[in-house]
Every structure is written in structure tokens, then in C-alpha cells.
């Protein structure tokens, strides 16, 4: 007896069917003239491609690596030189504005000195400051 | 042999991978195999037995190493569903008839497809292959128990599609 389900499908016609469209398959594939390939496989081009594509990627990427790990040293190495030219003038400069300082000072105590005259020698400092002569 | 067992061999890769050269490679594998092991060979199955279970391995290997890849093929190679259904004598039936078996035949592909690796190799073997359970536990190293459970699940599916998109 057939087996048929509720939906009225004939299940063992339709896995017949299903079992003779393969033996069709297989016996028409089987009996087919063999075409052979000649020459370099297609999947080995392919292949082929993808390794060349890959070096040149990998290539590129140590390429680029490298390149701007050196671009990055050289920015560093130009920072810290400017640094050290802005910090020797800053030194500079400090030290110009202390040896003026000192000589300005030096220049009062000087001028103070040559004005502080002892109270003994007041007289003579008068006498000097009137005429000029001693 | 290989004149006597290869076009069941060759059908069944077949049916399993969809694919005519990979079908044909595999079947070249499982017969080159066979000779390199036939002193193994003990007898305790038929040969045809013995081919299949190396066929089935085969194609076990296949799908397992195709899952592995990393970045997976197109099936360039493959026949869809519509294709593999065309193949279907024509008999002495009606256009409409026939048109409406290559619908089903497409929806049991479609549906073995869906199957599990195990269910959709018991599931050729009997019905394309039709084989005994017996001769399937055998091939497949299963025991008949689990054979029938595969099937009855395949089957079941099958109906499934079947009776759903009627």
C-alpha cells in the first residue's frame, strides 16, 4: 500500500522520482565526453593571486610601518633639538639680563661710594664741590 | 572493481556534495584509496560496503576541511536545486505532471540540504542507493537502531517540506 500523508502527498512516488532524476544525473555525467584541462589549473591562478596580493599587502603594511615608525623619530628627534635651542636661549637670555643687573648695581655702589664722603672729610669734599680744585 | 562499483560510488558523492567535479575527484580518491588499503581489506563486509565507507569518509573529510577554510569558495561548480531537479525522466506523464514532480523533487533536495551530515548520508543510501539497513549500519559504522532513528528524522523532514509548500 502507498503512503500518503494528510496533505495527499504520494511520499514513495515523490522519493522515486527523486532517486531516478539522480541515477539521470549521474548516468548522463558518467556518459559525458571528459573534457581535460590542460595547462595551469584555474584554482592554482587563483590561488597564485591571492598569495602575490597577499605579499604586496603584507609588503606594504611592514613598508608603511617602518616608514612612519621613521617619520615618527624624526619628529621626535626635531622636538627634542628645538627644545634644547629654546632652553639654551632662555639660559642666554637669563644670563645676559643677570650681567647687566650686576653691572647696574655695581655702577650705583660706585656712585653711592663716590658720594659717601666721611663726616671728617666734609669740609674738604665742600671745598672741592665749590671750585673744583684742591 | 572499479568498473562494477563506480557509478554507485560516483552517484552517491553525487547526491551528497551536488558537485560534478568534486564528485568525480572524490570517487577517483575513494578508488585510489581502496587499492593503496586493499591488503586491510578482510572481507567481513562486500566490497561495495567497504567502497562506501571509504566514500562516505571521503566526503565526511571534505565538508569538515571546506568548514576549516578561511575564506570559504563560492560552489562555483555546484548545480542548484533547479538544475539537479531537471533530471528527471520524462515517462509517459503530462507537462503538468511533470512539472509538478520536479517541483517536489526540488523540495526534497531543498530539504536534504536542511539534513544533518549523518541523516542526509542514511538518507541517500536508502533512498537513492537503496540500500538495506543493514548494509547502511555497515557502511556507516552506525548501528541499525540509530540508522532507523537518522532516517526516521530525514523522513520526517522531508514530509515536512513536502506537505508545507504544497
Given at each position: 500500500?502507498?503512503?500518503?500523508?494528510?496533505?495527499?502527498?504520494?511520499?514513495?512516488?515523490?522519493?522515486?522520482?527523486?532517486?531516478?532524476?539522480?541515477?539521470?544525473?549521474?548516468?548522463?555525467?558518467?556518459?559525458?565526453?571528459?573534457?581535460?584541462?590542460?595547462?595551469?589549473?584555474?584554482?592554482?591562478?587563483?590561488?597564485?593571486t591571492a598569495?602575490?596580493?597577499?605579499?604586496?599587502?603584507?609588503?606594504?603594511?611592514?613598508?608603511?610601518?617602518?616608514?612612519?615608525?621613521?617619520?615618527?623619530?624624526?619628529?621626535?628627534?626635531?622636538?627634542?633639538?628645538?627644545?634644547?635651542?629654546?632652553?639654551?636661549?632662555?639660559?642666554?637670555?637669563?644670563?645676559?639680563?643677570?650681567?647687566?643687573?650686576?653691572?647696574?648695581?655695581?655702577?650705583?655702589?660706585?656712585?653711592?661710594?663716590?658720594?659717601?664722603?666721611?663726616?671728617?672729610?666734609?669740609?674738604?669734599?665742600?671745598?672741592?664741590?665749590?671750585?673744583?680744585?684742591? | 572493481?572499479?568498473?562494477?562499483?563506480?557509478?554507485?560510488?560516483?552517484?552517491?558523492?553525487?547526491?551528497?556534495?551536488?558537485?560534478?567535479?568534486?564528485?568525480?575527484?572524490?570517487?577517483?580518491?575513494?578508488?585510489?584509496?581502496?587499492?593503496?588499503?586493499?591488503?586491510?581489506?578482510?572481507?567481513?563486509?562486500?566490497?561495495?560496503?567497504?567502497?562506501?565507507?571509504?566514500?562516505?569518509?571521503?566526503?565526511?573529510?571534505?565538508?569538515?576541511?571546506?568548514?576549516?577554510q578561511f575564506?570559504?569558495?563560492?560552489?562555483?561548480?555546484?548545480?542548484?536545486?533547479?538544475?539537479?531537479?531537471?533530471?528527471?525522466?520524462s515517462g509517459?506523464?503530462?507537462?503538468?505532471?511533470?512539472?509538478?514532480?520536479?517541483?517536489?523533487?526540488?523540495?526534497?533536495?531543498?530539504?536534504?540540504?536542511?539534513?544533518?551530515?549523518?541523516?542526509?548520508?542514511?538518507?541517500?543510501?536508502?533512498?537513492?542507493?537503496?540500500?538495506?539497513?543493514?548494509?547502511?549500519?555497515?557502511?556507516?559504522?552506525?548501528?541499525?537502531?540509530?540508522?532507523?532513528?537518522?532516517?526516521?528524522?530525514?523522513?520526517?523532514?522531508?514530509?515536512?517540506?513536502?506537505?508545507?509548500?504544497?
Open positions: 500500500m502507498r503512503e500518503v500523508d494528510a496533505e495527499g502527498v504520494d511520499i514513495e512516488a515523490v522519493l522515486k522520482d527523486f532517486r531516478n532524476s539522480i541515477h539521470a544525473w549521474s548516468d548522463a555525467t558518467l556518459s559525458r565526453p571528459r573534457m581535460v584541462k590542460a595547462g595551469f589549473p584555474r584554482r592554482n591562478w587563483r590561488l597564485a598569495w602575490a596580493l597577499g605579499c604586496i599587502l603584507a609588503t606594504g603594511a611592514m613598508t608603511g610601518g617602518v616608514l612612519e615608525r621613521h617619520h615618527r623619530q624624526e619628529l621626535a628627534r626635531i622636538a627634542v633639538e628645538q627644545k634644547a635651542a629654546a632652553d639654551r636661549k632662555q639660559l642666554e637670555e637669563q644670563q645676559a639680563r643677570a650681567t647687566v643687573s650686576d653691572e647696574v648695581l655695581l655702577a650705583g655702589v660706585d656712585s653711592d661710594v663716590s658720594r659717601d664722603v666721611p663726616s671728617a672729610m666734609e669740609p674738604l669734599a665742600q671745598l672741592m664741590a665749590d671750585d673744583g680744585t684742591k | 572493481m572499479v568498473e562494477r562499483h563506480r557509478p554507485q560510488i560516483f552517484r552517491f558523492l553525487l547526491s551528497s556534495t551536488r558537485e560534478v567535479d568534486l564528485a568525480e575527484t572524490l570517487t577517483q580518491e575513494c578508488f585510489l584509496k581502496a587499492y593503496r588499503n586493499w591488503a586491510s581489506f578482510r572481507g567481513e563486509s562486500s566490497a561495495m560496503t567497504w567502497l562506501m565507507r571509504i566514500a562516505i569518509n571521503l566526503q565526511k573529510d571534505h565538508w569538515r576541511n571546506r568548514r576549516m575564506w570559504k569558495t563560492t560552489r562555483t561548480n555546484s548545480v542548484d536545486m533547479d538544475e539537479a531537479s531537471e533530471w528527471l525522466p509517459e506523464s503530462s507537462v503538468e505532471q511533470q512539472l509538478l514532480a520536479r517541483e517536489r523533487v526540488k523540495q526534497v533536495w531543498h530539504s536534504v540540504e536542511g539534513l544533518s551530515e549523518r541523516q542526509r548520508t542514511v538518507f541517500l543510501l536508502r533512498y537513492v542507493e537503496e540500500q538495506e539497513l543493514s548494509e547502511i549500519a555497515a557502511a556507516t559504522g552506525l548501528s541499525e537502531g540509530t540508522v532507523k532513528a537518522h532516517l526516521s528524522r530525514a523522513v520526517a523532514r522531508v514530509r515536512l517540506e513536502l506537505g508545507g509548500k504544497r
